[in-house]
């Protein structure tokens, strides 16, 4: 069994950045694809960025943070971050870290193992 438990959230100012880091036990880290993803109120979890496992040499992003967020992983730490730089207000969302998918890597109900989630909010 996997546990994961987000940390880095907080409020920030437009145009502003914040780190989030992910840390896993419980389980081979390395081994796992690991993933972002974001719900803001009022609506359905959605997919952030992703990142492959081993190497992490392979890296998806949604759209909406394509160039202002990056998704890295430290196997030594096993630990998954996603700096996100030029914050919008539309970033304001409760951040969740997701380990292990069967399926297709955008679909939450896909991956298995789930932190708690890390509140980010972004004033205008």
């Known amino acids: 069994q996997v546990q994961l438990v987000e940390s880095g959230g907080g409020l920030v100012q437009a145009g502003g950045s914040l780190r989030l880091s992910c840390a896993a036990s419980?389980?081979?880290?390395?081994?796992?694809?690991m993933a972002w993803f974001r719900q803001a109120p009022g609506k359905e979890r959605a997919f952030v960025a992703t990142?492959?496992?081993?190497?992490?040499?392979?890296?998806f992003y949604a759209d909406s943070v394509q160039g202002r967020f990056t998704i890295s992983r430290d196997n030594a730490k096993n630990t998954v971050y996603l700096q996100m730089n030029s914050l919008k207000p539309e970033d304001t969302a409760v951040y969740y870290c997701?380990?292990?998918?069967?399926?297709?890597?955008?679909?939450?109900?896909?991956?298995?193992?789930w932190g708690q989630g890390t509140q980010v909010t972004v004033s205008s």
């Open positions: 990142i492959s496992p081993l190497s992490g040499s392979t890296t």
């Open positions: 419980g389980g081979t880290f390395s081994s796992y694809p």
């Open positions: 997701a380990a292990d998918v069967s399926g297709s890597w955008k679909e939450p109900q896909d991956w298995y193992y």
